[in-house]
């Protein structure tokens, strides 16, 4: 497993993956905001979506086997 870093200081817009949903490599997973400028957050890997602490909106990524 591991952990998607916000690569930018901003606030999560929207989630674009729920839960549980399968991924790949490059999909489009949420939208940040910073300054009135959106940022993609694009998976780094392949795998299976797992939202690791709701309130604080982590992300954590379960590699397909």
Do not use: F, Y
């Not at 991924?23 to 959106?38: F, N, R």
């Amino acid at each position: 497993a591991c952990t998607v870093a916000a690569p930018i200081s901003g606030t999560l817009q929207a989630w674009k993956c729920n839960d549980g949903d399968t991924v790949k490599e490059g999909d489009l997973v949420a939208v940040m905001e910073a300054m009135k400028m959106e940022t993609q957050i694009l998976s780094a890997r392949s795998g299976v979506l797992r939202v690791a602490h709701p309130a604080a909106r982590a992300v954590c990524w379960l590699a397909l086997p």
